[in-house]
């Protein structure tokens, strides 16, 4: 059974950070790019970032660029978001999700696999 199991969440001061990781299980992932959406109550899903497969090709959502990155560990099948300079808005359940492509991670369409979401809560 292919899962992903986000961890990390948690409640931070605002300008924290905070990691968050991704745990792929049921098969291997390293053909596929993995991304990071998050969800807050009332507003739309929105793109965090994303990884290809191999790790070479990165993309940002607008609002997160230079605030937070997206790794891989190939060996454990595990992808990271490191947060820094947390804001109150980045408030949000967070999922992870995977796909073959990296514009398939970054439309949000298509997704073959998401997890159930962390929590991320930045207070003022």
């Known amino acids: 059974q292919v899962q992903l199991v986000e961890s990390g969440g948690g409640l931070v001061q605002a300008g924290g950070s905070l990691r968050l990781s991704c745990a792929a299980s049921?098969?291997?992932?390293?053909?596929?790019?993995m991304g990071w959406f998050r969800q807050a109550p009332g507003r739309e899903r929105e793109f965090v970032g994303a990884i290809s497969g191999n790790g070479l090709w990165k993309s940002y959502g607008d609002s997160v660029k230079g605030r937070f990155t997206i790794s891989k560990d190939a060996a454990k099948n595990t992808v990271y978001l490191q947060m820094s300079s947390l804001k109150p808005e980045d408030t949000a359940t967070y999922y992870c999700?995977?796909?073959?492509?990296?514009?398939?991670?970054?439309?949000?369409?298509?997704?073959?696999?998401w997890g159930k979401g962390t929590l991320v809560t930045v207070s003022s």
């Open positions: 049921g098969r291997t992932f390293s053909n596929y790019a």
């Open positions: 999700a995977a796909a073959i492509t990296l514009a398939t991670i970054e439309s949000g369409n298509g997704i073959d696999y």
